[in-house]
């Protein structure tokens, strides 16, 4: 554990979605290690929410839970208001929500891309664009996108989740180019971590693929944690537009 007086992050405040648990979770209780005040939020599983703001409690006294849908841009504004009401300021957001539900193209209905896409794409748009008056004002501000390897290689089964990742990586080489006046880094990681939709996906490729078990190899959500420690500290100030992949070799 950092030594919260010389933590990275000492007396910052960030947004993680889709915190409840995976990498969100490991990613929260990272920034409070080093220092940082954190409000996570997601759109399901209260009880999971609390967990995780109970042990970033244990290591920073002051964090917050709080339910919202990043689908649904005034529980984004609400979840904006809070962090500021509270704390007075945002300086990180981790665009982290997401959903998988892998099916071959040609099973993919109508409403699953739309629910795909709004997630991962709506999502990372809505929260980004509610943080912007703040981390203007400040003219301060880390923003994190996480996409995933299959947006830039493909992959069987995800073609709604890779299309949205994708949009994601050409969003944030946007919004990094647009925001650099205004002292706002953003970045993308593309992990492979073993999650909860990592263990669904390799269940699918098993079905209708054969794939046997073991066929894929994850770092643990604890051991991608540290490069969103680095994109959201100082030590990434001349850093911008970039996607990172983290995976094992």
């Known amino acids: 554990m950092s030594d919260r007086a010389t933590g990275k992050l000492e007396g910052q405040v960030a ?10 979770r490991a990613v929260a209780l990272a920034f ?24 970033i409690s244990s290591l920073q006294p002051q964090a917050l839970a709080v339910m919202a849908d990043v689908t649904r841009r ?11 009401e509270s704390w007075g300021r945002i300086d990180i957001l981790v665009n982290n929500a997401g959903i998988l539900r892998p099916a071959p193209l040609e099973c993919i209905t109508e409403a699953q891309w739309d629910e795909i896409i709004a997630v991962h794409l709506k999502g990372t748009f809505n929260c980004t664009q509610a943080v912007l008056p703040i981390m203007k004002q400040q003219r301060r501000g880390k923003i994190i996108n996480v996409a995933a ?9 995800v073609a709604d989740y890779a299309a949205a990742k994708g949009g994601v990586i050409a969003f944030t080489r946007n919004a990094a180019n647009e925001l650099k006046p205004y002292n706002i880094q953003v970045n993308c990681i593309s992990p492979v ?3 909860r939709m990592t263990e ?6 098993r079905q209708h693929l054969g794939e046997p078990p073991g066929q894929h190899s994850f770092v643990s959500p604890e051991a991608v944690a540290p490069v969103f420690v680095f994109f959201a500290s100082s030590d990434s100030d001349y850093v911008t537009g970039q996607i990172l992949e983290v995976s094992r070799p």
Do not use: K, N
């Not at 947004?15 to 969100?24: A, F, H, K, L, Y």
């Not at 940082?36 to 609390?50: T, Y």
């Not at 390897?149 to 089964?157: I, K, M, N, V």
């Open 32 to 55: 409070a290690q080093e220092g940082a005040r954190v409000a996570v939020a997601a759109a399901h599983d209260r009880a999971a929410l609390r967990e995780v703001e109970q042990e």
């Open 193 to 195: 971590a073993d999650t």
């Open 200 to 205: 669904i996906l390799t269940a699918f490729r």
């Open 15 to 24: 947004i993680v979605t889709g915190g409840s648990r995976g990498i969100g």
């Open 149 to 157: 390897p299959s947006a830039l290689r493909g992959s069987f089964g």
């Open 74 to 84: 005034a529980e984004i504004d609400r979840l904006v208001q809070q962090v500021v």
